[in-house]
């Protein structure tokens, strides 16, 4: 059973900064690929950025410059470092692993950004 568990989220103001974990189970966490995605309430779903097992970075247009993804695979973590926040930010986050092209959503953790 994979487990993908997201922490970190909470109320900050605008310009403030979060940063989000994203713990995930088993051994071969190296190979696989992270993602973060959100969902603002009344919005479907959207990418915010992906990190590759060789730790290739992309990024969603809206969050370029101001969030950075990484990994620890030591630990089994991928982290998004979310700075200049701005009240569109304000999101349910998500991790999803993608493991021998399987995908494992974590449960969310919200973020509240006020103006």
């Known amino acids: 059973q994979v487990q993908v568990v997201e922490s970190g989220g909470g109320l900050v103001q605008a310009g403030g900064s979060l940063r989000l974990s994203c713990a995930a189970s088993?051994?071969?966490?190296?190979?696989?690929?992270m993602a973060w995605y959100r969902q603002a309430p009344g919005k479907q779903r959207e990418w915010v950025a992906i990190?590759?097992?060789?730790?290739?970075?992309n990024y969603a247009d809206s969050v370029k410059g101001r969030f950075t993804i990484s990994r620890d695979n030591a630990k089994n973590t991928v982290y998004l470092q979310m700075n200049s926040l701005k009240p569109d930010d304000t999101a349910v986050y998500y991790c999803l692993l993608t493991r021998r092209n399987i995908n494992y959503w974590g449960q969310g953790t919200q973020v509240t950004v006020s103006s």
């Open positions: 990190i590759t097992s060789g730790a290739t970075t």
């Open positions: 088993g051994s071969s966490f190296s190979s696989d690929a």
